[in-house]
């Protein structure tokens, strides 16, 4: 009898256990579309590195205008997309993530503690690869750790507005080349409410 009471439960929750997935994927699913950069709102990244050259002694780039710090290595490829690109397209089917960025450089990882990581070319087969897994703080607000190709480390923090129409990423970039950490926030909108894509959409 015993037998078949644990029997029936076990049943019970396999078979709840994918509606429980389907209703997480729905409460969170505010951050899936596309995310349009709103650069009045952000830091400037080339500013934020350049600060922190000179913090450890070091000199600023002879080079001008946006977007000079970018290149370099492709082990660290995954600090450029994350820091300067200017579209996101966020997708999360309970427990998986995938972000997509310029180039289609992808970034995929868990939220049930599994790693997963991304090759050199952004995809998820290949040779070198970086290493990201994700946490949910509460439904407006998930968090992000990886360990790039190049030794160094980057935490983010993805914060979702009451109306859902606006997304703030804190990046703390630890390059394993720089002495300490670059901090940046950038701020975007939902493609949907971005009069500018918008219009973009209508000439087609």
């Given at each position: 009898?015993?037998?078949?009471?644990?029997?029936?439960?076990?049943?019970?929750?396999?078979?709840?256990?994918?509606?429980?997935?389907?209703?997480?994927?729905?409460?969170?699913?505010?951050?899936?579309?596309?995310?349009?950069?709103?650069?009045?709102?952000?830091?400037?990244?080339?500013?934020?590195?350049?600060?922190?050259?000179?913090?450890?002694?070091?000199?600023?780039?002879?080079?001008?205008?946006?977007?000079?710090?970018?290149?370099?290595?492709?082990?660290?490829?995954?600090?450029?997309?994350?820091?300067?690109?200017?579209?996101?397209?966020?997708?999360?089917?309970?427990?998986?993530?995938?972000?997509?960025?310029?180039?289609?450089?992808?970034?995929?990882?868990?939220?049930?503690?599994?790693?997963?990581?991304?090759?050199?070319?952004?995809?998820?087969a290949g040779d070198n690869k970086d290493f990201s897994f994700a946490s949910w703080?509460?439904?407006?607000?998930?968090?992000?750790?990886?360990?790039?190709?190049?030794?160094?480390?980057?935490?983010?923090?993805?914060?979702?507005?009451?109306?859902?129409?606006?997304?703030?990423?804190?990046?703390?970039?630890?390059?394993?080349?720089?002495?300490?950490?670059?901090?940046?926030?950038?701020?975007?909108?939902?493609?949907?409410?971005?009069?500018?894509?918008?219009?973009k959409g209508d000439k087609k």
């Open positions: 009898m015993q037998q078949i009471k644990i029997l029936t439960y076990i049943i019970i929750l396999s078979l709840a256990i994918p509606t429980i997935h389907a209703q997480e994927t729905e409460i969170y699913s505010a951050f899936n579309g596309e995310w349009i950069f709103e650069e009045e709102l952000s830091d400037d990244t080339d500013e934020q590195v350049e600060k922190t050259i000179k913090k450890a002694g070091g000199r600023a780039t002879r080079k001008k205008g946006k977007g000079r710090y970018k290149g370099g290595p492709e082990e660290q490829a995954v600090y450029d997309h994350i820091s300067y690109d200017e579209m996101l397209t966020i997708s999360y089917k309970q427990p998986e993530f995938r972000l997509t960025y310029d180039e289609g450089f992808n970034r995929v990882f868990h939220t049930d503690g599994r790693g997963r990581t991304v090759s050199a070319s952004g995809t998820s703080v509460n439904e407006n607000k998930f968090i992000v750790e990886s360990r790039p190709r190049d030794g160094g480390s980057i935490a983010e923090t993805y914060s979702l507005s009451a109306d859902g129409n606006q997304l703030t990423v804190e990046l703390y970039l630890e390059p394993h080349s720089f002495r300490y950490p670059i901090e940046i926030i950038r701020v975007y909108k939902k493609a949907e409410n971005n009069p500018a894509v918008i219009q």
